[in-house]
């Protein structure tokens, strides 16, 4: 580990995911909206309270379901949040990084996804970051035409994610903040 990023640890009690649960950052990649590679390399990081539960709550699916967490995106520096902002300014989809809901940039926020013990990635009711109302919570507990597996796939990633303190953003089905506050990162 380089100096910086320890430093970086101990100063913002956060904690380093590699190794530890699947990670498939989105954004260290050209697979997301921008069509963009954004981040440097694939360093992820969460608060150390918040890290810890999402291992839990990865080690309950293990045990319950024999299917594991995967993150698409944790914690985000606060340039890489402004420049996505500039790019789509509609706070239902990206938070305006001067504001206070600005969860990725706080550490206390996860993007993620479910994945099978081969690493497959269950069907879900959209692509991770679509910008449409189809990536909406109320959107999937309404709809009666919505195939049933990726129903039930999208209702037991919020289900266990509660379980473990987390809180789902109703406009992405992929996106959950930790129940307790922290400052963001600048
Ligand atoms: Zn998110």
Redesign the pocket.
């Known amino acids: 580990m380089n100096n910086n990023l320890k430093y970086f640890i101990e100063k913002y009690n956060m904690y380093l995911l590699n190794g530890k649960i699947d990670i498939d950052l989105k954004y260290a990649t050209k697979d997301n909206f921008l069509h963009k590679k954004i981040y440097n390399n694939t360093t992820c990081l969460l608060r150390r309270e918040v890290a810890i539960k999402l291992l839990e709550a990865n080690n309950y699916l293990k045990e319950n379901y024999n299917l594991k967490l995967c993150i698409?995106?944790a914690y985000?520096p606060i340039e890489v949040q402004r420049e996505m902002y500039k790019l789509v300014p509609n706070p239902n989809f990206v938070a305006d990084p001067n504001g206070e809901n600005c969860?990725?940039t706080k550490g206390n926020?996860?993007?993620i996804c479910l994945i099978d013990m081969n690493n497959n990635k269950l069907p879900m009711p959209t692509k991770f970051d679509y910008f449409g109302i189809e990536s909406s919570r109320t959107y999937y507990k309404n709809n009666k035409n919505l195939d049933q597996n990726i129903k039930s796939n999208v209702i037991l990633l919020e289900k266990v994610m509660n379980k473990f303190g987390f809180i789902g953003?109703e406009s992405?089905w992929?996106?959950?903040n930790y129940y307790k506050e922290y400052p963001i990162i600048k």
């Open positions: 698409l995106d985000r969860n990725h926020a996860v993007d953003l992405e992929w996106h959950f």
